[in-house]
């Protein structure tokens, strides 16, 4: 069923000055700098990802998206307007939802909007923010700078764990992180092992940092 967003329209000063934005591409830009924040993604693969979405949108530019953290999906944009070669943009409807993940736009131009009038979208960030909301646990870690080479870069809150115990070699899985437990990290297995580390799939495991020999830091638990 084709959507029609004709009834949003907005004229250009609902937006900002492009020239006072930050520009780059996704894949260059920390998962701190856009999280809650409201940016513009312009490129080929994100207008293909919304014409296939089925909008009655003619002449598409860009999307202005909302970009969150999905703690089981990752870093999503919620659709919140499309923007028109003609200035124009138009809102998404209140009543669906238009997600995009990370992965297909990670070489798409995005731009992290300033000074945009949000009270149109108010209502669904807030509804947003509510659904997605993790424990204090969770989001104290997504602060954690050093762990940040760990992390994988579409879902923050999974980081690679070096797992080691005696006549083992060291072996690397993914780890969701779940909180703290005061002293150490905690998190969830996500990936199988080569080796039998006596662990199962989806068991909490606790994690610390090591530096290692290069003074590169990374996450492991040692059982």
Same mark, same amino acid.
């Given at each position: 069923?084709?959507?029609?967003?004709?009834?949003? /329209?907005?004229?250009?000063?609902?937006?900002?000055?492009?020239?006072?934005?930050?520009?780059?591409?996704?894949?260059?830009?920390?998962?701190?700098?856009?999280?809650?924040?409201? /940016?513009?993604?312009?490129?080929?693969?994100?207008?293909?990802?919304?014409?296939?979405?089925?909008?009655?949108?003619?002449?598409?530019?860009?999307?202005?998206?909302?970009?969150?953290?999905?703690?089981?999906?990752?870093?999503?944009?919620?659709?919140?307007?499309?923007?028109?070669?003609?200035?124009?943009?138009?809102?998404?409807? !209140?009543?669906?939802?238009?997600?995009?993940?990370?992965?297909?736009?990670?070489?798409? *131009?995005?731009?992290?909007?300033?000074?945009?009038?949000?009270?149109?979208?108010?209502?669904?960030?807030?509804?947003?923010?509510?659904?997605?909301?993790?424990?204090?646990?969770?989001?104290?870690?997504?602060?954690?700078?050093?762990?940040?080479?760990?992390?994988?870069?579409?879902?923050?809150?999974?980081?690679? /764990?070096?797992?080691?115990? !005696?006549?083992?070699?060291? *072996?690397?899985?993914? /780890?969701?992180?779940?909180?703290?437990?005061?002293?150490?990290?905690?998190?969830?297995?996500?990936?199988?092992?080569?080796?039998?580390?006596?662990?199962?799939?989806?068991?909490?495991?606790?994690?610390?940092?090591?530096?290692?020999?290069?003074?590169?830091?990374?996450?492991?638990?040692?059982?």
């Amino acid at each position: 069923m084709v959507k029609n967003f004709s009834k949003g /329209v907005k004229k250009t000063p609902f937006c900002v000055i492009l020239s006072k934005v930050i520009k780059m591409r996704l894949h260059e830009i920390n998962f701190r700098e856009i999280d809650q924040q409201i /940016v513009r993604i312009q490129g080929n693969e994100v207008l293909k990802q919304l014409h296939s979405m089925n909008l009655d949108a003619q002449g598409l530019t860009a999307g202005m998206f909302y970009c969150y953290i999905d703690h089981e999906k990752g870093l999503t944009f919620e659709l919140l307007a499309l923007e028109l070669e003609n200035g124009n943009f138009l809102i998404a409807p !209140k009543e669906y939802s238009y997600k995009l993940r990370c992965r297909p736009l990670l070489d798409e *131009e995005i731009m992290i909007l300033k000074d945009v009038n949000t009270e149109v979208f108010k209502e669904k960030i807030e509804a947003i923010n509510e659904t997605y909301k993790v424990s204090e646990d969770i989001l104290k870690t997504r602060y954690i700078k050093e762990i940040d080479d760990s992390r994988h870069s579409e879902y923050p809150d999974d980081v690679r /764990v070096f797992l080691l115990k !005696k006549d083992k070699d060291p *072996e690397a899985c993914w /780890v969701r992180i779940t909180g703290t437990n005061g002293r150490k990290l905690t998190g969830k297995i996500l990936t199988k092992t080569m080796q039998d580390f006596d662990l199962e799939l989806e068991e909490i495991i606790e994690f610390g940092t090591m530096t290692m020999e290069d003074n590169s830091i990374s996450c492991v638990c040692i059982l």
